[in-house]
């Protein structure tokens, strides 16, 4: 076909769609039951904006559309492969998945408190780390009182767990 044929507006780039947080091959997708209510209120979110969606012209639609339904595709994988672990689950006598733990940082005083959480659950301010982080890594399966060094670009850190919830 000659170029000549070809409207030049229905030329457009595949839109780019972030991927999710990034679950290494071989992981489970475990999610605590407060994670699997964020990912069915995401999908409720994003079904109800694209059904609602207008846009001003039927190219910036399709494209709107096009990436939703992305977003839709890749959260439906994600609800569909997910373990949900709960917190009644969680043994108190060491570090698993879902446990709330208060750790002594490089001998600071004052003690932080994390959660080990999902890869789509997982945000820091909110002391939310994945369980496939390399601190959540270490941690997993030790008491109270155990220290770990973590190992960062300048040197380690040595981390000492003083309480699990």
Known sequence: M????VNEDDQRE???VPPRAD???????YVTPAGMEALLK????????RDAHSAAD???KQTEVSILNSRLQMLENRIS??????REEVKRDKV?????????????KKLQEFQIVGVDE???KKGKIAFTSPIARLLMNKTIGESVNLKLGKGERMIKIMDIE
Not at 23 to 29: A, K, Q, S, W, Y
Not at 81 to 86: D, P, Y
Not at 98 to 104: D, N, Q
């Open 2 to 5: 000659s170029r000549a044929f």
């Open 14 to 16: 595949t839109p780019f």
């Open 23 to 29: 679950l290494p091959v071989g992981f489970p997708n």
């Open 42 to 49: 995401e999908k409720e979110m994003l079904l109800t904006e």
């Open 58 to 60: 039927a190219h910036d």
């Open 81 to 86: 492969s997910a373990q949900v672990i709960g």
């Open 96 to 108: 698993h998945f879902g446990s709330i733990v208060k750790l002594e940082i490089g001998g600071e």
């Open 122 to 124: 997982a945000d820091l």
